[in-house]
Each structure stands twice: as structure tokens, then as C-alpha cells.
């Protein structure tokens, strides 16, 4: 579970206010907190009557939990897994195949950084079931070479799948989130919600503005002390991905061991960064770039972002020095904390 949430700025001040008797998410919405894909998940739809588009939202969130899950033996992607190497195709949802081929995207845009058959290589860490160990250079090695996205077959029509050797296995802890945040602004939306906020494990997507018509202000935490904040960034119809070294860890030996691994090495990425936020209309884009350009470090991320129109970022590095990428509206927070702040122009 990740131990650590940005703040909810927009949900505690609704509370404060609540205070002065000004309306609250009970007066006027819906909000519900639960355990899904391993976290802790939070949706409030701010709408009159919005209790309806918090239950499509935390149905849908049920759903793709229930497809996407490794862990639970009944879903697909276990299914997936199981068949690996035994040269069948699995039928899969449209959506399903369409993910795993955005994931394949990723893969193909950014060599090196991400890769969704990383599964094996999880488990020999003893993330999976938190038994979190060094793995032995045999295990890892072997581990390692199952590692292929381009072994996983989807048909052109994304109604299939096929892992093609034995012993592969595909992890979507990347993006599941990402994507359970874009079918449930979908659910929310078409059940009339204009204004939401979702936060499922520090994966913010907020819909419209609040209701008083301001953005929305979502925090970013510092990685070094995540009882601080690197500043606190405003949006609309956006979702903001964090990804960091700091989220899923443990310690050995005095080093410390982190949830995201370089595909080339099986090791902890260990590229500079201390964390990466992703600030996109695409939720399904931030959460997975978040990841990748984790791994990838702050050059490579900022070349990227240069590639493209649809995304901003917020680099934190372990040298202290936050880049913030000009078409985000950002107050940084960090200069009492002595770290310099630049703007990345494209
Ligand atoms: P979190 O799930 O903590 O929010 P991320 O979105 O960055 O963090 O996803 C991390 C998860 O992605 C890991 O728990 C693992 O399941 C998977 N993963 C780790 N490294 C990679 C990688 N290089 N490429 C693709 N998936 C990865
Ligand atoms: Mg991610």
C-alpha cells in the first residue's frame, strides 16, 4: 500500500469551511473512501445528488480491479499470466488489449525506462506479497530475462493476448490506477457530475472546477520529508500522477531498495530523481509517464516533454533542484526548504 498521500488541499479546506457553516462535500455531494488496487482511494463528487456518480465511479474502479489484479487468481491478467508460453491466445476486452498496447507504446517511445513484463522481477524483490528481500544475482538474472515487452502478443483487433514464453508475466501496477481514474471520470461524467475530485493513492484527477468555479489545488510532496510540500499546483479537468522512490521501499543492509525497477538492470531506478509528477488531460498518460520518465531521469524526460504538447512535469531531483515545465501554474513551496527551482522551457 503507499504509505504516503499528497495532500488533498481542495478536501480540507472544504472541511475547514465546514466550520464557518459553509457548504461541505455532505451538504452539497458525495464523497467515499475504500480499499481498491491496493491502496487507499478517495472519490467526491461535489454535485448536487452526487452519490450516484460515486458509485458508478467506485463500481468501475471494482470492475477493472477485478480484470487487472495479478493477485486475485480469477482475473485476466492472472489468466494471462498462467497461459504464458503455452502458445494460446487469450480472449481479452477490447479495453484490456488497447491497454496493454498503449503500455507497449510507452515501451517502444522511452527504450529502456518501461516495460509491463517486469512481473517477475517484482516478485523475486518480494514486492508482490510483501516479502521484501535483495534477490539472489541467479534469481534476478533469471528473472530478468523474462522481461520482454515485445514477447507479448495483442491481436490488431484487442480481443486477444499472448505471453510467448513460460515463466512471463505482466504487472500493470503502472498504469491500473491511471486507468481506473479514466473510466471512473467517464462513470462520473456520464452520470451527470460535473465536479469531482478523485484520489486513488495519490493519483489526483479532478473533473471541472469547484463548485465555486476556482481550480482545484493539488499539492505536491516534497520527497525528502513528505510532511512538506514542493509547492501546490492548480488545475481543472486534469489528473496529476506522482511517482517516487519514496512511495513502496524498504532498507537492507543501510541501502535503500524502491518499488520502481529498471527494466535493464532489475535494480531500483536509480537516475537522479527522487520523483516525478505527470499533470495531464489523459490520466492513464500520467500515471504511466510518471513511471517511465522516473526511470528515465531528468534529461531524458524533459526531451521527451519536448516531443510533445500533452503533458507537463514537476522533476525533483536528488540534487535538490525541482524543474517545473512552463505550461503548468505552479507556487512552488521549496525555497525555505533551500532547493532551487527552474522552469523548463520547450
Ligand atoms: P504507485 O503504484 O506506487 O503509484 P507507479 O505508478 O510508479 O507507482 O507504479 C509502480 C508500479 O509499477 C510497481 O509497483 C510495479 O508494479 C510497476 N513497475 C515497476 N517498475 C516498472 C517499470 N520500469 N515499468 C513498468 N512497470 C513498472
Ligand atoms: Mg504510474
Redesign the pocket.
Known amino acids: 500500500m503507499?504509505r504516503l498521500f499528497p495532500l488533498f488541499l481542495a478536501l480540507s479546506l472544504s472541511l475547514s469551511l465546514s466550520a464557518c457553516g459553509a457548504p461541505t462535500v455532505g451538504d452539497v455531494g458525495a464523497s467515499e473512501q475504500f480499499f481498491a488496487m491496493d491502496t487507499i482511494m478517495t472519490v467526491n463528487v461535489l454535485d448536487e445528488n452526487g452519490e450516484a456518480a460515486v458509485q458508478a465511479a467506485r463500481a468501475e474502479i471494482d470492475r477493472l480491479e477485478q480484470m487487472l489484479s495479478r493477485t486475485r487468481e480469477d482475473s485476466v491478467i492472472a489468466l494471462l499470466n498462467t497461459h504464458a508460453g503455452d502458445g494460446s491466445a487469450l480472449a481479452v476486452e477490447p479495453e484490456l488489449g488497447a491497454l496493454l498496447r498503449f503500455a507497449q507504446s510507452v515501451s517502444q517511445d522511452l527504450p529502456g525506462?518501461?516495460?509491463?513484463t517486469?512481473a517477475p522481477v517484482?516478485d523475486a524483490w518480494g514486492?508482490t506479497r510483501e516479502e521484501r528481500h535483495v534477490p539472489d544475482p541467479d534469481t534476478l538474472a533469471d528473472t530478468l530475462a523474462l522481461v520482454d515487452w515485445r514477447a507479448l502478443t495483442v491481436a490488431e483487433d484487442d480481443a486477444s493476448a499472448r505471453l510467448e514464453e513460460p515463466g512471463m508475466a505482466v504487472?500493470l501496477?503502472?498504469v491500473a490506477?491511471g486507468f481506473a481514474a479514466q473510466r471512473a471520470a467517464d462513470a462520473i461524467r456520464a452520470a451527470g457530475g460535473t465536479s469531482a475530485l478523485l484520489d486513488l493513492?495519490?493519483?489526483i484527477t479532478v473533473l471541472g472546477s469547484k463548485p465555486d468555479g476556482a481550480d482545484w489545488r493539488v499539492a505536491v510532496k516534497d520527497p525528502q520529508d513528505t510532511e512538506r510540500q514542493l509547492g501546490v499546483v492548480s488545475l481543472r479537468d486534469k489528473t496529476l500522477s506522482t511517482?517516487g522512490g519514496y512511495?513502496?521501499y524498504f532498507e537492507a543492509n543501510g541501502i535503500t531498495y524502491h518499488?520502481?525497477?529498471d527494466?535493464e538492470t532489475g535494480y531500483p531506478a536509480d537516475s537522479g530523481l527522487l520523483s516525478v509528477t505527470v499533470v495531464s488531460s489523459d490520466p492513464l498518460l500520467a500515471?504511466a509517464l510518471?513511471?517511465a520518465l522516473?526511470?528515465a531521469g531528468r534529461q531524458a524526460a524533459l526531451d521527451y516533454w519536448r516531443s510533445r504538447d500533452d503533458f507537463e512535469l514537476i522533476l525533483c531531483g536528488s540534487d535538490g533542484v525541482v524543474t517545473v515545465t512552463e505550461g503548468l501554474t505552479f507556487a512552488f513551496r521549496g525555497e525555505e526548504h533551500g532547493y532551487p527551482c527552474e522552469t523548463a522551457r520547450r
Request: charged share 25%; with cysteine; net charge negative.
Open positions: 503507499k525506462c518501461f516495460d509491463i517486469i517484482m514486492f504487472d501496477g503502472a490506477k493513492g495519490g493519483n511517482s512511495e513502496r518499488h520502481i525497477l527494466p500515471d510518471s513511471t522516473f526511470v
